[in-house]
C-alpha cells in the first residue's frame, strides 16, 4: 500500500481530535497540558507532511522546528504556573479552581 | 537603500529588555526599574510615532526582515498604541508593586519583553512571525497574571488563562498547518495571491481560516471564547490587568487587520454571506450584547472592567467587518477607524485601572462598588481621573472614546447597508454599558461607606500620578482635537504592508 498525503493528513486529525477532547474532558491540569502537546505535535506532522509533498521550498519543517521549540517553553511556563497553583491548593484538578467566580 | 532606523522601536524595546535584566541582577535593591523600564517604551513609542507621522516615508528594513515584519506607518502606529499602553502599565506597576510589597524586578522584565512580543505580532506578515510574536507575547503575559505568588486567585487566573490561550494556540497552529497546505505559503501576500489564483484547495482554505480566526478570536476576548478573561483580569495584579487589557488588544486586532486584508480580502473569501464577515459579524453581536449585559451584572470593578473590555473588542470588530468592503477606500476608513478606537481605548483604559489603583493602599485595595463608596467626596483629585475614564470608555463627548465610537460606526454605516442592524445593536448596547459605568460615578459621589466598612486612602505614588496626568491628557486631547491623530491614521491605513 501506497502511503499517500491523506493517510498523513487522518493521523494527524485523528491525533489533533485526541488531544482536543483530553483538553476538554480531563480536570487534571496535568493530563490537559499532555493534550495540548498533544495537538501541537499533531500540527507538527501535519506541516512535515505538506511539506513533503510539496517541496519547493522548506517552510513546513521550519515552522515544524520552531513550533518543537515554543513547545518547549510553553510547558515550562505552564509547569511552573501549575506548580505554583499546587502549593496553594494542595490539588491539580481544574474543578478546585473556583475561588473566582462572579 | 535598506535601513535599521524602521526597526528602531523594536531594536529599543528588545535590547532594553535584556538591559533591564541585567540591571535587576547586578544593581543594589533600590534601583528604579520602573523609570527605567517605562523610559525604553516611551522612546520607543516616540520614535515610532515620529515614523508614523513622516510625510516622506519610511525606508526598507533589511531584505532579511522584509517577508515577516511590516515596517510600514501602519505598523508604527500600532507600536506607538503598543509601547505607551506598555510604558503606562510600567508606570503603573511602579507604584502598585511597592505599595502591595510584591516590588520584584522580573515583573518589568517581563512586562517589557511581553510588549517586544506584542509589537512583532501586530506587525507580523507571515504566519511564523505572528505565531512567535503571539507567544512571545503570552508567555509574559502568564507569568505577569500570576505574578502574586502567595495569592490562590492569581495562580488561579494564570492557570486558567494558560490552559485556555494554549489550547488556542495549538487551534489556531492547526489552521496555520492548513492554509500552508493548501496554499504552499506562510506569508499574507503568497496566502493571498495563491487563494486568488484559485490553485488552492477552497476546503482546507475555508477550514484553516477558520481555526485561524478562532484562535485569535480567543486573545481578543470575543464570546464565545472570553471564558478567562474576567477570571485573568480579577486574579491578576492590576499593572497586569492593564497590560492584558490595552497592550494584547491591540496587537492582536492589528494582525487581524492586516489579515484580513492581505490573506482573505479577496472577492470569495469577504463575501458578507459566505466568507469571514459572516463569522466575525456574528461574533461582534454576539461580544457587544454579552458583554454589556455580563458587565451590568458585576459587583466587583475589576470584573466589570473585564467584561467592558470584551464589550469593547465587540465595538472593534463591527470595524474589522466594515474591511469586507472591496472598496480600498472605505477599507482604508475602516482601518483608520479601528487604529484610532484601539489608541483611544488604550488610554482611556489606562486612565480607569489607574485610578483604581490610586484608590487602594496595602491590604485595603479596591475592588469592589463599595470600596468606591463616596471615595469622590473625600479625594476629589482621584475620582477626576477616574470620571473621566468611565466617560470615555462610555463613549461620552468629547472624550476620546466617544469619537473612537463614533468613527468605528460612521465607517460601517458608510460602507454596506448590511451592516446597519450590526451599528443599531453596538449603540443600544452601549446604552446598556451607560448604566455599569455611571454606576461608578454615583458610588464615587453620591454613596457614603456602610458603618464600619473599610475605607479606601489613596496611595501616595509619583509613577501613578504621571500615568493618570499622561493618560488623562491623551484622552481629553485626542476627543478634542482628534484631526491630528486621524490623519496620521488615515494616512498609515493606505500602507498596510
Not at chain 1, 505535535?41 to 512535515?48: A, C, E, G, M, P
Not at chain 2, 547586578?26 to 515610532?48: N, P
Not at chain 2, 488552492?200 to 478567562?228: D, N, Q, T
Request: glycine fraction near 8%.
Amino acid at each position: 500500500m501506497q502511503i499517500e498525503l491523506g493517510h498523513f493528513l487522518a493521523l494527524s486529525a485523528t491525533i489533533f481530535g485526541i488531544g482536543a477532547i483530553g483538553f476538554l474532558v480531563r480536570r487534571n491540569v496535568l493530563v490537559q497540558l499532555m493534550s495540548i502537546e498533544l495537538m501541537l505535535n499533531s500540527v507538527n506532522l501535519t506541516f512535515v507532511a505538506f511539506n513533503r509533498y510539496a517541496p519547493q521550498n522548506h517552510l513546513g519543517q521550519l515552522f515544524a522546528f520552531f513550533v518543537i521549540a515554543v513547545a518547549a517553553a510553553e510547558a515550562a511556563v505552564g509547569l511552573a504556573i501549575v506548580l505554583s497553583f499546587f502549593r496553594l491548593r494542595k490539588t491539580v484538578h481544574s474543578d478546585r479552581a473556583d475561588t473566582l467566580k462572579n | 537603500m535598506s535601513s535599521l532606523v524602521p526597526l528602531m522601536p523594536l531594536l529599543v524595546v528588545g535590547i532594553g529588555g535584556f538591559i533591564l535584566m541585567l540591571v535587576d541582577a547586578f544593581s543594589d535593591e533600590k534601583a528604579e526599574l520602573a523609570t527605567l523600564s517605562s523610559t525604553i517604551l516611551f522612546a520607543a513609542a516616540a520614535i515610532s510615532g515620529v515614523l508614523a507621522a513622516s510625510k516622506t516615508g519610511i525606508a526598507a528594513p533589511p531584505p532579511g526582515v522584509a517577508p515577516f515584519l511590516a515596517t510600514s506607518a501602519m505598523a508604527q502606529f500600532m507600536n506607538a498604541t503598543i509601547c505607551t499602553g506598555a510604558g503606562m502599565s510600567a508606570l503603573l506597576a511602579g507604584g502598585y508593586l511597592r505599595e502591595h510589597a510584591l516590588e520584584r524586578g522580573e515583573f518589568y522584565v517581563l512586562l517589557v519583553l511581553s510588549a517586544f512580543g506584542a509589537m512583532v505580532l501586530s506587525a507580523s506578515t507571515d504566519l511564523l512571525s505572528l505565531f512567535i510574536g503571539l507567544e512571545t507575547m503570552s508567555l509574559g503575559v502568564y507569568c505577569m497574571v500570576a505574578f502574586r505568588r502567595s495569592s490562590p486567585r492569581a495562580a488561579e487566573g494564570g492557570m486558567k488563562y494558560f490552559l485556555l490561550g494554549s489550547f488556542a494556540a495549538a487551534i489556531f497552529l492547526f489552521g496555520a498547518a492548513l492554509l500552508y497546505g493548501a496554499t504552499g505559503h506562510t506569508d499574507f501576500d503568497g496566502i493571498g495571491k495563491a487563494i486568488a489564483e484559485g490553485t488552492s484547495s477552497a476546503r482546507f482554505v475555508l477550514l484553516g481560516m477558520v481555526l485561524v480566526l478562532i484562535g485569535l478570536a480567543f486573545k481578543v476576548s470575543a464570546v464565545p471564547f472570553h471564558m478567562w478573561t474576567p477570571d485573568a483580569y480579577e486574579g491578576a495584579v492590576t499593572p497586569a490587568t492593564t497590560f492584558m487589557s490595552v497592550v494584547v488588544k491591540a496587537a492582536a486586532f492589528a494582525v487581524l487587520i492586516r489579515m484580513l486584508i492581505a490573506c482573505f480580502g479577496g472577492e470569495a473569501l469577504s463575501n458578507l454571506v459566505t466568507g469571514w464577515p459572516a463569522i466575525i459579524s456574528a461574533l461582534a453581536a454576539a461580544t457587544m450584547v454579552i458583554g454589556n449585559l455580563a458587565a451590568a451584572t458585576q459587583a466587583n470593578v475589576k470584573r466589570m472592567l473585564a467584561y467592558s473590555s470584551i464589550a469593547h473588542a465587540g465595538y472593534i470588530m463591527v470595524g474589522l467587518a466594515t474591511l469586507a468592503s472591496q472598496d480600498p477606500e472605505v477599507r482604508a476608513t475602516a482601518v483608520s477607524a479601528v487604529m484610532f478606537y484601539l489608541a483611544a481605548y488604550t488610554v482611556s483604559n489606562v486612565l480607569t485601572f489607574g485610578s483604581l489603583i490610586a484608590l487602594g493602599t496595602y491590604a485595603k485595595e479596591a475592588v469592589s462598588y463599595e470600596d468606591l463608596a463616596g471615595a469622590g467626596r473625600r479625594h476629589p483629585l482621584i475620582a477626576l481621573p477616574f470620571v473621566i475614564g468611565v466617560l470615555s470608555l462610555m463613549g461620552f463627548p468629547p472624550t476620546a472614546g466617544f469619537l473612537g465610537k463614533w468613527y468605528v460606526f460612521s465607517a460601517a454605516l458608510a460602507a454596506d447597508d448590511s451592516l446597519l442592524w450590526l451599528v443599531i445593536l453596538g449603540v443600544l448596547s452601549s446604552v446598556i454599558g451607560a448604566y455599569y459605568y455611571l454606576r461608578v460615578v454615583v458610588y464615587l459621589f453620591m454613596k457614603a461607606p456602610e458603618p464600619g466598612a473599610p475605607i479606601a486612602v489613596p496611595l501616595r505614588s509619583g509613577y501613578v500620578v504621571l500615568a493618570l496626568v499622561l493618560s488623562g491628557y491623551f484622552v481629553l486631547k485626542m476627543g478634542i482635537t482628534p484631526a491630528h491623530y486621524i490623519d496620521i491614521a488615515l494616512a498609515a491605513a493606505t500602507k498596510l504592508g
